[in-house]
């Protein structure tokens, strides 16, 4: 599964969009974005997927490129309750099983 | 749904002792997970079952780990003896075909 990049950490005001980026430069074409979060002391939680169209919950949206060598997960209208580790996976649907979890990104969502 | 259960949800245990954690998948799913998760390695996958069936445990750390699903709707991740340095959090998360896996509360073991 290709490796992803994502910062360390990031901000967000309370009612604001946030914007998460996540780069995996080395995808390759039936290797699918995923987007996990964890809330501290909680499992993590899926939260969206999709391979190369830009997809639409009603947790968030996420944005791939066209090249699909880095997406966006956007949270519309963050709220404190979205302050966690959010984590961007690459991953090969219909092949191995795992999960590979890097270390994600620490969003905080501030009053 | 009550999601995916684990207990106990909290365990402390003397170095050498024999620990056993417990994970009910959801219902109709038929792949299970276990994670641990640490500052220092983040989290990782140990083992996971189909259909009952250990498919993948390269991730177990050594023979002291051993994972095992009876039947669809349990499944145990047992250390013996344990270690102070297997003190971490240990996720059981469960999936079906959709490939979005649900994860429990965890438990966190702290050997001393």
């Known amino acids: 599964d290709a490796k992803t990049t994502q910062p360390t950490s990031m901000d967000c005001a309370e009612g604001r969009a946030a914007n998460l980026p996540c780069n995996h430069s080395t995808i390759s074409g039936n290797e699918y974005v995923y987007w996990y979060r964890q809330i501290h002391s909680q499992g993590p939680q899926y939260i969206i997927h999709?391979?190369?169209n830009n997809e639409t919950n009603e947790m968030a949206s996420l944005i791939i490129t066209e090249d699909r060598k880095s997406s966006t997960l956007i949270l519309p209208h963050a709220t404190l309750r979205d302050t966690a580790v959010y984590y961007c996976?690459?991953?090969?649907?219909?092949?191995?099983?795992?999960?590979?979890f890097g270390k994600g990104t620490k969003l905080t969502v501030n009053p | 749904d009550a999601g995916v259960i684990q207990s106990p949800r909290h365990e402390v245990t003397e170095m050498g002792q024999e620990v056993t954690l417990r994970c009910k998948p959801i219902s109709g799913h038929d792949y299970l997970f276990w994670y641990r998760q640490t500052m220092m390695r983040g989290l990782e996958l140990l083992i996971y079952f189909n259909n009952n069936v250990p498919i993948d445990d390269s991730g177990m750390p050594e023979d002291r780990f051993s994972a095992k699903m009876p039947n669809a709707s349990f499944s145990t991740l047992k250390i013996q003896p344990s270690e102070p340095r297997d003190s971490a959090v240990y996720f059981c998360?469960?999936?079906?075909?959709?490939?979005?896996?649900?994860f429990g509360p965890g438990t966190r073991l702290t050997v001393t």
């Open positions: 996976i690459v991953r090969f649907q219909g092949g191995s099983e795992k999960l590979v």
């Open positions: 998360a469960s999936r079906e075909r959709t490939y979005e896996q649900y």
């Open positions: 999709g391979l190369k």
